[in-house]
């Protein structure tokens, strides 16, 4: 079973601070890494894809890649309030094009 | 770019009934749609993949005869809720690929909250 795991949270943070969100996958053969924010009762937003191992910066958000740990994670600095959702990672696992997403980890930023 | 649609928003229809859920990419073509369906505090679950012109593939315990998914254009996809009944009740969200992209990103639509009494 390919599975991809994230902490359920809730992650308080502080205005202003960096949130830190990690996600774990078992297929070691995964090349493709997705992080999306999904406000309560929405469906997803894509923030950031990554498919290199390394960092990769948009705006606030940074996406990280350790494929030989198997493990993504993403940074929000200067966390906002608006930036309290639920954050999910998505991978597509060797030999498919679907995606399997964690369960999620809710963020709230404390103003 | 990249903007998905989805009709209707909302639904309440009575349980043995049947309902209709569009899903449009409105800038882009898409070959491959994905219909998920995300229960309250749970994470979405990919019910099916629906290919242009072709048959749509069901994941483990997803009934294709309850769950018909057509997907008759490179714009639109439909998923059919067949016999509705009040364990149907959920939020259905589709998602698309750009067609002939390099990335594998897929673009939400907006969701249907699927009401069954």
């Known amino acids: 079973q390919k599975e991809v795991e994230q902490n359920s949270g809730p992650l308080s943070v502080p205005e202003g601070a960096i949130a830190s969100l990690n996600c774990t996958y078992s297929?070691?053969?995964?090349?493709?890494f997705f992080w999306y924010r999904q406000y309560s009762g929405k469906s997803p937003e894509l923030i950031m894809s990554i498919y290199s191992n390394g960092d990769k910066e948009d705006g606030r958000f940074t996406a990280q890649l350790n494929k030989a740990s198997q493990y993504v994670s993403l940074l929000i600095r200067d966390s906002q309030p608006s930036d309290s959702a639920t954050y999910l990672c998505?991978?597509?696992?060797?030999?498919?094009?679907?995606?399997?997403f964690g369960t999620g980890t809710r963020l709230k930023v404390l103003a | 770019g990249a903007v998905v649609s989805q009709h209707p928003s909302r639904v309440i229809c009575k349980s043995g009934t049947s309902v209709k859920i569009e899903c449009r990419s409105l800038?882009?073509?898409?070959?491959?749609m994905f219909w998920y369906r995300q229960f309250p505090k749970q994470s979405l679950m990919l019910m099916a993949t629906?290919?242009?012109?072709?048959?749509?593939?069901?994941e483990q315990g997803v009934e294709k005869d309850k769950f018909l998914i057509n997907h008759a254009s490179l714009t639109l996809s439909t998923l059919t809720v067949t016999s509705a009944h009040p364990e149907d009740s959920s939020f259905y969200i589709c998602s698309a690929r750009v067609s002939g992209g390099v990335s594998y990103e897929q673009y939400f639509g907006p969701g249907t909250r699927l009401t069954v009494t």
């Open positions: 297929d070691r053969g995964s090349q493709s």
């Open positions: 998505a991978v597509i696992t060797s030999g498919t094009y679907k995606y399997i």
């Open positions: 629906s290919n242009e012109g072709s048959k749509a593939t069901y």
């Open positions: 800038d882009f073509q898409a070959t491959t």
